[in-house]
Nanobody
Framework: QVQLVESGGGLVQAGGSLRLSCAASGRTFSGYAMGWFRQAPGKEREFVAT????????YYADSVKGRFTISRDNGKNLLYLQMNSLKPEDTAVYYC??????????????WGQGTQVTVSS
């Protein structure tokens, strides 16, 4: 079992920045690829970014490429999502997940409870 807890969400103006964190506990954090997903009101959950177990490989959704950066600190069991140049359409609940390197919900076995990000125009 892996327990995941997100933090760092909040309200920010368009063009601003936020850094989300995901703290992991339980089984070996470094053994898992990690991902960020988001779900806006009335929409399905969508992939945002993923990072390999070593941190050496990352992949982003086109909608966030160049603005968001995923990273991890295996020594501290932490996953991050640096979000810059935020847009109102980035408003969503953001979830971190642990599992296999992939873009689909089904690639991940463990999920956090989510943190709300709201971007005002």
């Amino acid at each position: 079992q892996v327990q995941l807890v997100e933090s760092g969400g909040g309200l920010v103006q368009a063009g601003g920045s936020l850094r989300l964190s995901c703290a992991a506990s339980g089984r070996t954090f470094s053994g898992y690829a990690m991902g960020w997903f988001r779900q806006a009101p009335g929409k399905e959950r969508e992939f945002v970014a993923t990072i390999s177990w070593s941190g050496g490989t990352t992949y982003y959704a086109d909608s966030v490429k160049g603005r968001f950066t995923i990273s991890r600190d295996n020594g501290k069991n932490l996953l991050y999502l640096q979000m810059n140049s935020l847009k109102p359409e980035d408003t969503a609940v953001y979830y971190c997940a642990a599992g296999s390197f992939g873009l689909r919900d089904g690639d991940y076995n463990y999920w956090g409870q989510g943190t709300q990000v709201t971007v005002s125009s």
